[in-house]
């Protein structure tokens, strides 16, 4: 299952294609932000932010309570270890 996983972007990779280092629970993978960047929150202001990642894709920003109950969820549901190899294994 490919679920959706709240990830901290930690530092911009690539600002012309819009990639960056999304830290998922310890595990880094770089990603496409594409979707989160804007004129008014551009690509420089989104190191520190939280976002919903799915696929290789941040597909919102989200705050980081949420990102905390969400991860804790997945956890129970144990579904995040999952998603921890199947990040670990496309990197």
């Given amino acids: 299952?490919?679920?959706?996983?709240?990830?901290?972007?930690?530092?911009i990779t690539?600002?012309?294609r819009k990639l960056a280092m999304v830290e998922v629970s310890g595990v880094r993978r770089e990603i496409n932000?594409?979707?989160?960047v804007s004129?008014?929150?551009?690509i420089e202001t989104c190191v520190g932010?939280?976002?919903?990642?799915?696929?290789?894709?941040?597909?919102?920003?989200?705050?980081?309570?949420?990102a905390a109950?969400?991860?804790?969820?997945?956890?129970?549901?144990?579904?995040?270890d999952l998603e921890l190899k199947a990040m670990a294994g496309a990197a």
């Fill in 1 to 11: 299952m490919c679920l959706g996983i709240p990830g901290r972007i930690v530092a």
């Fill in 14 to 16: 690539d600002a012309t």
């Fill in 33 to 36: 932000i594409a979707c989160i």
């Fill in 39 to 42: 004129d008014e929150e551009p």
């Fill in 49 to 66: 932010f939280w976002v919903l990642v799915h696929v290789g894709f941040a597909m919102s920003r989200i705050d980081e309570a949420e």
């Fill in 69 to 80: 109950a969400t991860l804790k969820v997945l956890n129970d549901l144990g579904e995040v």
